[in-house]
Every structure is written in structure tokens, then in C-alpha cells.
């Protein structure tokens, strides 16, 4: 049987709940996924030759790593070629393509013209982020929160710059650039003084969105995080912070999937944050009893979060971009696998019977809305994403392994 016979089996099935197949398909095209470029070269970059540190660490040394701009570039290239749909690339600061020796206060566009360009020729949007770890200025492990104003201003810089170089993304690219603020800011052990730290984030802050920038070209989004590696005990970017700071200043808040306690689950904080700031940014990520970024696979977490978007159409509020980084296995199966899982459960969201299932529960009426939540996991919404890739001439299952296995013998694992 052929993609499309199939295809067309799983469309009558669909419809007798009342959905159309072919709407949803229409639907999935206007979905945006930012591929996080530092899965390809476990998040080293190519500015410094740094180890990773700020409280994250990748695991495994599978080989294959890029370890060129060029490398990495090829691989993503790769990887867009399994997927199907519309996509960004979201790069750090640490991937500035120059030979300058330049520290990270001092870019500015015209290190990341290369990317702009390559960009443009792949048809992909473009996200940013400052990199505010893995540089010998984090190593107290404070860097925008820091007590030494020398060592503030160098990062509050280094953020300012990365705002420019997002409206330049935004400006050349025709899609906004959504720059994300993540510092590592914390400590190991019980703080004395909860509060300054928060005070200095606070200005810092406030400095860095000093200059106004139009949101049709940068959108400036900032992360929270409950703790990381050897910051346990205290980080000055909680959730209430970043809670209260994106909400008062009317800024988009980013939520990553690993930030918070284990059984604390992002998909229902997703309707509700969106009462109070403007945009949301994601950070889909896996983890595995603690913020271990491994990579996003469709379980019963992912399809909530797609349904979260979907069934109040809070996607078009949202910037939906991945965060893991598994150097445990081939690189560009990490990044197809995840990326394949977040758009599975995003079409799998618009394959329910929403209008159905809102009524019935309007109704009071939960065996039916139970009933048909079981149901609707026997449904072949699989054989529905085939098509999707078909459509857009991408490769299905085995056939898309077949070909990253092909790209490994002949390229990444000659490095
Ligand atoms: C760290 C944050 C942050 C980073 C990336 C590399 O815990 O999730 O988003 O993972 O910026
Ligand atoms: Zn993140």
C-alpha cells in the first residue's frame, strides 16, 4: 500500500470523530520549529576553545562532533533535509563566525553576516542567545547578578550586543529573531542574602531592554531555571523571578521543559502564563530526573505541551524552539528524532476532535471525554505524518535512518 492509500484509510478513520485530516495537514505548514544548533557540537562553539560549565554538561563522546563552523553548518543542513515544514536555526553567541580575536562584548552583526547568509540560501529563520558560561568571567558563577560591577557590565554589554545582533537577524531575515536571556547565576550552598543578587539581576535587566527595539525584529525572551550542576542551592533566576520580571515588563518568558521539579510539567503553566506576558518562548527538552537534556521523544509530556498550544491557539504566541544536547549517540539522529517527536505530537494535537471534546467537557459529560481521550492514542495519526513528509519530499521511517546512517559512513565519522 502507498503512503497516500494509506493516508486516505487514516482520513476516513479521522472523520468519524468529526476531523479533517487535510485541515490539520494545512495547519501543520504554518508551524515554526528553532533548531538549537548546539546539539551538533555539544555546546563548545567556535569563539573560544572553553570547556562547557554554568551548571549543564553533555554526556557521551560519540564521534562525529562538529568541530568547524563549515561541519556544523553541513550537518544542519542534514538534518533539514529530513524534515518537513519551515524551520529556524538557533544559534549562541559563541558561534560567531570571525577570525577577529574578540572577546564576547565586543560583537556585533557583522560576525554572524556568514550565518545571515547561509540562512537565507537554507530558507531558515534565525534565533539568538547571549552566552552568558562557559567564559572565565561566569567562573565565580554570577555573571548579570554578579557583586562586581566590572564583571556586570561586561556581560550586561555582551547582552546589549546580542539584542543588535538579533534585530539584525530580524531586519535581514523577514521573521523576528527571539533573543533568549539564560544565566547561570546561583549557588552551590545556602545563601546568606536571597534578595540582592535578584535586586542586580533586576537592573541588569532593565539596562539591557533600555534601548527600545521593534518586536518585528528581535523579541527579547528570558529563562528561568530551578538549579543546575554544582548550583543547587540557589538561582537568582527562579521562576517567580522571571515570572514577575517578563510580566511587569511585558516581555516574553521562556519556558524550558527541564527547569523545574521532576513532576512539574510546563504544558499547563503554558495557558497560564500566556494570561499575563505577551509571548512564550519553549525550550523542549527531556528530563530524566533532573535537567539532563536528553532528547525529546513523543511521550505523554510532549503531546500535553502540543496540546497546550494547539487546542486555544496559543501557538501563534509561542516560539517553539528545542533544548537538549545528547552526545551519547549520532548527532544528527539526536537532532531528527527530536525535532520528528515535537512535530508528531504538534499534528497529533490537531487531529483531536477539539470542538467535540470542549463540549462534552462543558457538558459535565466525563465518560465520553474519557472514552475518547483512550481512543484517540489507537488512532493512526503515525500514517498521517508520513504523508506530511511525503508532501514536502522528505524521507519516512527506516528510509530516513538509511540516510543519516549513509551520512555517518561518509562524513562524520571520518572526523
Ligand atoms: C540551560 C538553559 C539554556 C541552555 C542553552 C545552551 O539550563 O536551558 O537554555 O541550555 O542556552
Ligand atoms: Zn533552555
Redesign the pocket.
Given at each position: 500500500m502507498s503512503t497516500k492509500q494509506a493516508y486516505e484509510l487514516a482520513k476516513a478513520e479521522y472523520a468519524k470523530y468529526g476531523v479533517d485530516t487535510d485541515k490539520a495537514l494545512e495547519a501543520m505548514e504554518k508551524v515554526v520549529i528553532s533548531l538549537?544548533c548546539?546539539q551538533g557540537d555539544d555546546?563548545r562553539g567556535f569563539l573560544f576553545n572553553d570547556e562547557l560549565s554554568g551548571?549543564?554538561q553533555t554526556t557521551g563522546n560519540y564521534p562525529g562532533r562538529a568541530r568547524t563552523i563549515q561541519e556544523l553548518r553541513n550537518d544542519l543542513e542534514k538534518v533539514l533535509s529530513l524534515l518537513p515544514g519551515h524551520f529556524k536555526v538557533n544559534l549562541?553567541a559563541i558561534y560567531a563566525d570571525t577570525k577577529e580575536k574578540i572577546d564576547l562584548d565586543q560583537l556585533e552583526p557583522k560576525h554572524f553576516a556568514s550565518w545571515v547568509e547561509w540562512a537565507k540560501k537554507n530558507h531558515v529563520g534565525l534565533d539568538f542567545?547571549p552566552t552568558c558560561f562557559s567564559h572565565p568571567k561566569a567562573s565565580s558563577g554570577f555573571t548579570l547578578s554578579s557583586n562586581d560591577p566590572e564583571i556586570r557590565k561586561f556581560w550586561i554589554e555582551h547582552c546589549k550586543r546580542s539584542r543588535k545582533i538579533g534585530e539584525y537577524f530580524g531586519r535581514e531575515l523577514g521573521e523576528p529573531c527571539v533573543t533568549?536571556i539564560?544565566v547561570?547565576d546561583g549557588m552551590k550552598d545556602t545563601p546568606i542574602d536571597r534578595l540582592a543578587p535578584r535586586k542586580r539581576l533586576m537592573e541588569s535587566l532593565d539596562e539591557i531592554l533600555e534601548e527600545k527595539i521593534d518586536p518585528k525584529y528581535n523579541i527579547d525572551s528570558v529563562?528561568s531555571?530551578l538549579f543546575?550542576i554544582g548550583v543547587e542551592s540557589y538561582t537568582t533566576g527562579s521562576n517567580e523571578f522571571y515570572m514577575g520580571y517578563a510580566t511587569s515588563r511585558q516581555i516574553s518568558l521562556t519556558l524550558?521543559s527541564?527547569?523545574f521539579h521532576p513532576t512539574e510539567v510546563i504544558s499547563d503553566k503554558i495557558p497560564t502564563v500566556l494570561l499575563y506576558v505577551p509571548h512564550l518562548l519553549l525550550?523542549v527538552?527531556r528530563p530524566v530526573r533532573w535537567?539532563s537534556?536528553h532528547v525529546v521523544v513523543l511521550d505523554d509530556e510532549l503531546n500535553e505541551i502540543a496540546r497546550s498550544l494547539v487546542r486555544n491557539n496559543l501557538i501563534e504566541k509561542t516560539s517553539i524552539g528545542l533544548?537538549y544536547f545528547d552526545a551519547s549517540i549520532n548527532r544528527i539522529a539526536a537532532w531528527v528524532i527530536g525535532v520528528r517527536a515535537t512535530l508528531t505530537a504538534i499534528l497529533k494535537a490537531y487531529l483531536d476532535p477539539i470542538d467535540y471534546l470542549m463540549k462534552v467537557e462543558n457538558e459535565g459529560n466525563y465518560t465520553d471525554r474519557l472514552f475518547l481521550q483512550e481512543r484517540l492514542k489507537q488512532l493512526p495519526y503515525g500514517v498521517v505524518f508520513d504523508y506530511y513528509c511525503e508532501k514536502h519530499g522528505v524521507k519516512i521511517g527506516q528510509d530516513a535512518l538509511d540516510e543519516i546512517h549513509k551520512y555517518e559512513k561518509e562524513v562524520t565519522s571520518r572526523r
Open positions: 538549537h548546539w555546546v551548571g549543564i549562541h542567545n533568549n539564560w547561570p529563562e531555571k543546575g524550558d527541564g527547569h525550550h527538552s535537567d537534556d533544548d
